[in-house]
């Protein structure tokens, strides 16, 4: 088996239905790369690891730890802890990351739990010092950043999608390694068959997306909320919302940004009749660049605004999709 190097950053990267990696992987190699040396962890079904090993080698993981088992498709979660703690055994690494997914949490949550580790939930971005890797955390709403560390032993980082700019080389040729997995018989929630969801648009998904346009109470109806998504069709964007256009049913609930919905760390966010709700700003804080347009010059959402348009979105909404369109033609 491989020596793995001193600074290994143990990366679990999250495999989708289809066998693609999600595309907040490129940022969680990345993030490794900027204080370690990226030991990637593939967990699949039986015949997907390959592809799995060889794409995550292109995101910059010069090692990937490749564990095939077919009890992904029966059984949640657990599976891919026992990988977790099999290759943190082996590889010894300096932090532990994984996404800040759904799955990812759960993961985290329940191998952090059993290893007596330290655990970082949904940070912004990783850094060294001499005593080993910190995480850094976005925290009341965007309001302050905060540095996290681990007493002992490595911690176990989770890094919410999309947050992390920075990307690692791809790696040409890697060192792939089966990972040997025995098998904790832990308690798991079983899964008796899965349906995929049908994609019904086009749009970048929210989670993770680069490009994020959301709308709010100030759209004033469910007709009218087209226009935001005219807007993000316009800049390729995925759509968002606030809790208000939400729960007055403008959009589904998956569509919620914010403290109680999704977070997201686009390069650009666009927010339409938002007033910006500490609780609103708690999941879009992050973003690259914030342009608000809302009627109320006073709207909170100017605070953090790198660029404001203080207007009737109904007027100024169309001219700028008028001005994109010309600009693209
Ligand atoms: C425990 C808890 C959790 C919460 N979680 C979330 C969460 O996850 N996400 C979230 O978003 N909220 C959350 N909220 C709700 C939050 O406090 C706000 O109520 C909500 O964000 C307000 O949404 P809004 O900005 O769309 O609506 P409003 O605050 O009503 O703002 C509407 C804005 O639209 C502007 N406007 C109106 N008409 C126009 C126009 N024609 N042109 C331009 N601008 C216009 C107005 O000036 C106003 O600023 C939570 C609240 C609590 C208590």
Known sequence: ??????????????????????????????????????????????????????????????????????????????????????????????????????????VAGRFAARTRSALCVDVVGVSRDDEGVVANHSVYGGSYNVDAAATWGAPVITVRQGAVEARADGVASPTIDTLTVTESGKAAASIDSFAEATQASTRPELRGAGKVVSGGRGLGSQEKFVLVEQLADALGAAVGASRAAVDAGYIPQTAQVGQTGVSVSPQLYVALGISGAIQHRAGMQTAKTIVAINKDADAPIFEIADFGVVGDLFTVVPQLIAAIEAKRA
């Open 1 to 106: 088996m491989t020596d793995f190097p001193a600074d290994s950053i143990l990366v679990l990267v999250d495999v989708l239905p289809s066998g693609a990696l999600p595309k907040s992987t490129a940022g969680l190699v990345g993030a490794a790369a900027g204080v370690g040396t990226p030991v990637a962890l593939v967990v699949t079904a039986a015949g997907e690891g390959a592809a799995a090993a060889e794409a995550v080698a292109a995101l910059g993981a010069p090692f990937v730890l490749v564990a095939e088992t077919d009890a992904v498709s029966s059984s949640l979660t657990v599976p891919a802890v026992d990988a977790l703690a099999a290759a943190a055994d082996l590889v010894r690494p300096d932090a532990i990351l994984v996404s800040n997914s759904i799955e990812g949490r759960d």
